[in-house]
């Protein structure tokens, strides 16, 4: 099993960014996705999840209307659309895999810097 994040990076404040997360070893079409930031001195926070369908998703309050998930089960991958980006958004972002019997699995991080 693995999934690999990428297209975190330095950005300034009200700028985008898409992360993507793809996986591999697992049926992806079956799992619940969801993304977690952690920022310095923070608890791991949920972010976002979407279904395995892809057919409902929900938000943290600090990002709805800021961020947008979405998936392609043909790909396996799943994406993290971050837009209006502001400084306290800036931590480390993972997603992770939630199969239906309750176990998950984790990506290993992709950082995000909103700077000026």
């Known amino acids: 099993v693995q999934l690999v994040e990428s297209g975190g990076g330095l950005v300034q404040p009200g700028g985008s960014l898409r992360l993507s997360c793809a996986a591999s070893g697992f049926t992806f079409s079956n799992y619940v996705m969801t993304w977690y930031r952690q920022a310095p001195g923070k608890e791991r926070e949920l972010v976002a999840i979407i279904t395995s369908t892809g057919s409902s998703s929900n938000y943290a309050g600090s990002v709805k209307g800021r961020f947008t998930i979405s998936r392609d089960n043909a790909k396996n991958t799943v994406y993290l659309q971050m837009d209006n980006l502001k400084p306290e958004d800036t931590a480390v972002y993972y997603c992770?895999?939630?199969?239906?019997?309750?176990?998950?699995?984790w990506g290993q991080g992709t950082q995000v810097t909103v700077s000026s």
């Open positions: 992770r895999a939630n199969a239906p019997n309750g176990y998950y699995y």
